[in-house]
């Protein structure tokens, strides 16, 4: 048998030539296919429904076998995190409604303030080459390519393709994934202590206890008061909650002293704001975030600075959703801009189970 | 008419939305090594094995269209590369009409192989850059495994879903 007869030939150049125009006319975008998507999706759908409820048994005793040592830690794990975040969370939640206070009478736009729908996952990327995860919402509901998709711990990924009863939602990690992010880094100054008159030392106020977003310039007063030596000393702290790290430093203070009246004051503290862009590398590896201006960069960003969305007329995202926290700045060989990694505060994307779509539509014609 | 109700498409495409199920929901979850196996392209490989490059050709290139349609990727890419591995995977039948079981095995183990490795140089073509990387080791040996292990069940599926049987030798009277 020849190995390249004229129809074979002839089949490999209708099958490549065929292929080529399907991918440009798709790429370009073409409704057609577009409605050729949706028929198909209406067709396989009873198909999936019924391979899914077959499957759902069989997949439930695998996981049975193979994760139940790995369940049984995560549950302790979480366990153990969810007690020790308990009292955070308390102090969160002021924080927050402090925030959407000062979002109302400023009126501007949290991206909590857009409607969102709750969304099921229903199902992983079905490829190697592609993280994407299925939702149970579509066009129906009101999804729309390019919303936002964000779960409890921050954004997840944007919808890539709707059909009227499911979406699918390209994930953060997805090296096609990019998006328009923020960096808030503090520049800490060295706390300025007024000395009190008896010259007993204080201990320094930890700067991290300042809060970011209220502004640029920030004072932290701690005052001690107590006018009776035999009484005990009552302490007035700004910052209340379990874990509070200012609270060692007060107590420290308020042994020693007693009887003073001490006032601890922290220099101006400046917000230092990067803009870039965030994309994926893969599941398992950070993301990468490259900045607009990579020489304004330069020493500004560091480990542990939070990542948001940048928002604007031309983002696919409102501003202020969290993405993750800076883990690594690394220079790069051979030119000035900095590699910046950045984990991911959504989670493991893997075990995703209930999403938000946020409903918003980006206003281009604003720009 | 009857050439059209008698013809392959009409079987593959409903084994198509089958084995596209399956893949879409059981197959995601049973991960092995954070792979996903990959069903549809080891029947792609198995209508080569069992039907020849030219047809093994067009069935990967229809299961491909379908898979491109349900997950969203541009449409033709994967349809191109499951045509490949089918394409591939055919060249047993010209080494011999009626290939062994394990002959036919490891061609559609070397056809699921070669569409699974030129999937993401496809993608790169179309600057979806960032698959060639170290898992990339990993993820081709254990879908080319998978597609070895059930291969006695997809080549049979694919032969007659293309609609080709089996030639059976006969002695001739003198």
């Given amino acids: 048998m020849a190995i390249y007869s004229m129809g074979r030939r002839r089949v490999i150049a209708v099958l490549v030539l065929t292929s080529i125009l399907l991918v440009t006319l798709d790429l370009r975008g073409s409704a057609v296919i577009d409605r050729a998507r949706s028929v198909f999706s209406l067709v396989l759908e009873p198909f999936d429904a019924a391979a899914r409820t077959i499957s759902r048994p069989v997949i439930n005793a695998w996981r049975g076998v193979t994760q139940y040592d790995e369940l049984v830690r995560e549950n302790e794990r979480l366990q153990e995190q969810v007690d020790s975040q308990r009292g955070a969370e308390i102090v969160a939640r002021a924080a927050i409604l402090e925030y959407q206070e000062l979002l109302t009478l400023n009126r501007l736009l949290g991206s909590s303030s857009y409607p969102s729908a709750t969304a099921q996952v229903q199902g992983a990327s079905p490829g190697n080459f592609q993280y994407t995860v299925e939702i149970d919402k579509g066009s129906v509901d009101g999804i729309a390519v390019g919303m936002p998709v964000v779960n409890g711990g921050g954004l997840v990924g944007k919808i890539t393709q709707v059909f009227p009863n499911s979406s699918v939602v390209l994930l953060i990690v997805d090296p096609g994934f990019s998006i328009g992010a923020k960096v808030l880094t503090e520049a800490v100054p060295a706390p300025v202590v007024q000395a009190p008159t008896s010259g007993i030392p204080l201990a320094p106020v930890d700067p991290a206890t300042t809060d970011p977003t209220a502004g640029t310039t920030t004072t932290v007063t701690t005052t001690t008061i107590a006018p009776d030596p035999a009484a005990p000393t009552a302490t007035v702290d700004p910052v209340q909650g379990p874990l509070d790290p200012l609270d060692d430093a007060v107590t420290t203070t308020s042994t020693t002293a007693p009887p003073l009246f001490t006032t601890t004051t922290v220099a101006p503290v400046e917000i230092i704001r990067e803009t870039g862009t965030l994309s994926g590398q893969g599941a398992g590896k950070p993301l990468v975030l490259r900045f607009v201006d990579d020489s304004s960069s330069q020493g500004r960003v560091q480990v542990g600075s939070t990542v948001q969305t940048a928002g604007g007329t031309a983002s696919i995202a409102p501003a202020g959703i969290p993405i993750g926290e800076i883990t690594a700045v690394r220079q790069q060989s051979g030119t000035r801009a900095q590699l910046v990694e950045v984990a991911s505060s959504a989670g493991d994307l893997s075990k995703l189970n209930f999403v938000r779509v946020l409903l918003y539509v980006p206003n281009t014609s604003g720009g | 008419m009857r050439a059209f109700l008698t013809g392959p498409l009409v079987r593959l495409f409903p084994v198509g939305l089958c084995v596209l199920a399956m893949q879409r929901t059981f197959l995601t979850e049973l991960k092995v090594m954070d792979v996903v196996l990959q069903i549809v392209l080891a029947l792609a490989a198995g209508a080569g094995a069992g039907a020849g490059p030219e047809r093994g050709a067009i069935a990967g290139f229809t299961l491909g269209l379908m898979y491109d349609l349900a997950t969203g990727s541009p449409l033709g890419l994967t349809a191109l590369v499951y045509a490949l591995a089918g394409f591939v995977a055919g060249y047993v039948l010209t080494f011999t009409p009626t290939p062994p079981w394990w002959l036919a095995s490891l061609f559609v183990g070397i056809g699921a192989a070669v569409g699974e490795t ?57």
């Avoid at chain 2, 081709?140 to 007659?160: K, N």
């Fill in chain 2, 118 to 174: 030129a999937a993401p140089a496809a993608r790169a073509l179309i600057g979806q850059d960032g698959w060639f990387t170290s898992q990339l080791f990993t993820i081709v040996p254990v879908v080319t495994v998978f597609a070895l292990v059930i291969s006695p069940l997809v080549v049979p599926l694919g032969r007659w879903c293309m609609c080709v049987k089996r030639p059976k030798w006969k002695a001739m009277h003198e």
